[in-house]
Each structure stands twice: as structure tokens, then as C-alpha cells.
């Protein structure tokens, strides 16, 4: 599988359709996102997101998707991650349901795909992602770790859907820094083992988005 220029671009409607959806991912990892997606869909198979949120990164893997001619798989439970939750720095009441109380980003993912046209391109998976992991059976050509920030959430989704990544597929993983100083640290102990596995090969970096090839069995 060739590599894909770092400059490859989604459609311009997918760009700003990105840029407008709530999210914390900045362009220029979302740039570099896409190109592994572009890559990874070069295997003829699904490329699958753990962690939706609104949807912003999903736009990147539905534009890659539809231009392989594949689908986009995203796993999210849609109640918000533990630093998503009131009184916590990343929460947002406008994603709240006022009826039950509870975070609810379902609607707005749903109204993001919408507007970049790229419903017909996407899977949403409503569940918690060891859950959905558990009853999954089929390869995927790349998985994009983006989901809880705790030891515990980033190793189950590591641990359940890392063993389905086809040899030759791309593990990205977001959120690493090695400097605890910069943020939490269960994103960069994930990518550590995938390293010291011997199953992966790191092939590009852009600040704290890592993009690894699987070389070899295992996890």
C-alpha cells in the first residue's frame, strides 16, 4: 500500500463542514488524519473511528470513505467522556438533554453529517465501545483511537478493536503526549505498547496525532 502525499485535502465542503462542527481536533491534525484515512482505504475495507463526539473527525474518515468506496464505522455511547461531564473543562450544557438530564451528542453528530452530505457514508455504532468490540467479526483497515482518556477506556478500546486491524492498516491514536505536563497520559501508555509490541511501525507524526502500520501479529 503506497503512502499518501501528507498534503492530500477532503472536499472543500468536507473541510469547512469540519472546521464548523463542534470538536476539539484542530486542522492540521485533521489534515493528517485524512491522509491516513485516504491510505487505509486503499484496503478495500472499513475504517473505523472509537470516541464520535459531534462528529468533527467522523467527516474526515466519511470523505475518505466515499471516495474508496468503503464506510466509515464510528463507536460512541453519545453520554460524553469523563472530562465532557458538568463542571468539568470540556463540558458543553448545549449538548445535554433536558429531559433526562444526561449528555446527548447523537443529534448533533447526526445534523454534522447531514450538512457535509455524508450520512450515506457512515455506520454509527451506539454503544460502548468494549460492548460493540465484543460482537464485532470483521477486519478493518484502520482504527482511530479517540475515545476516553482514562487507563481503563483507552486500554479496552485498545484491547478490543486493535485485534481486528488487517495487517497493513493504520492504528492512529490521538491525544499522545509525553510530557504529562501537556495532558493525560493513557493516550501515550496505548501508543508505547503498541510500539514495544513488534505488531507496528510509526510512519508519521503531526503533534499529537501518531499514525502506526501494523507490520506484525498481535497487539
Known amino acids: ?7 492530500v485535502q477532503p472536499a472543500p465542503q468536507t473541510l469547512a ?3 464548523a462542527a463542534k470538536g476539539f481536533m484542530p486542522v492540521d491534525e485533521g489534515r493528517a488524519l485524512y491522509a491516513a ?3 487505509a482505504a486503499a484496503l478495500g475495507l472499513p475504517l473505523l473511528e472509537v470516541g464520535t463526539y459531534c ?14 468506496g468503503v464506510t466509515a464505522l464510528t463507536v460512541d455511547h453519545h453520554r460524553g467522556s469523563e472530562e465532557q461531564q458538568p463542571g468539568w473543562e470540556y463540558h458543553d450544557p448545549s449538548v445535554v438533554d ?20 455524508l450520512e450515506d457514508h457512515v455506520i454509527a455504532l451506539v454503544g ?10 470483521a477486519p478493518v483497515g484502520l482504527v482511530f483511537v479517540d475515545g476516553g482518556h ?7 478500546d485498545y484491547e478490543g478493536w486493535v485485534p481486528h486491524l488487517a495487517e497493513g492498516g493504520l492504528l492512529v491514536i490521538h491525544d499522545v503526549f509525553a510530557d504529562p505536563a501537556d495532558g493525560g497520559q493513557a493516550p ?14 510509526e510512519i508519521s507524526v503531526r503533534r499529537s496525532l501518531h499514525v502506526l502500520r501494523r507490520t506484525g501479529p498481535g497487539i
Do not use: C, K, N
Open 98 to 117: 433536558p429531559e433526562v438530564g444526561r449528555m446527548d451528542t447523537l443529534p448533533a453528530f447526526r445534523r454534522t453529517l447531514h450538512a457535509a452530505g
Open 150 to 156: 482514562t487507563d481503563e477506556h483507552a486500554t479496552a
Open 1 to 7: 500500500m503506497a503512502a499518501v502525499p501528507a498534503d
Open 188 to 201: 501515550y501508555r496505548i501508543y508505547r505498547r503498541a510500539l514495544e509490541s513488534g505488531a507496528f511501525t
Open 55 to 68: 462528529g468533527r473527525s467522523t467527516l474526515l474518515l466519511a470523505d475518505a470513505a466515499r471516495a474508496a
Open 128 to 137: 460502548r465501545s468494549p460492548q460493540v468490540a465484543a460482537v464485532w467479526g
Open 37 to 39: 484515512a485516504v491510505e
Open 17 to 19: 463542514a469540519f472546521e
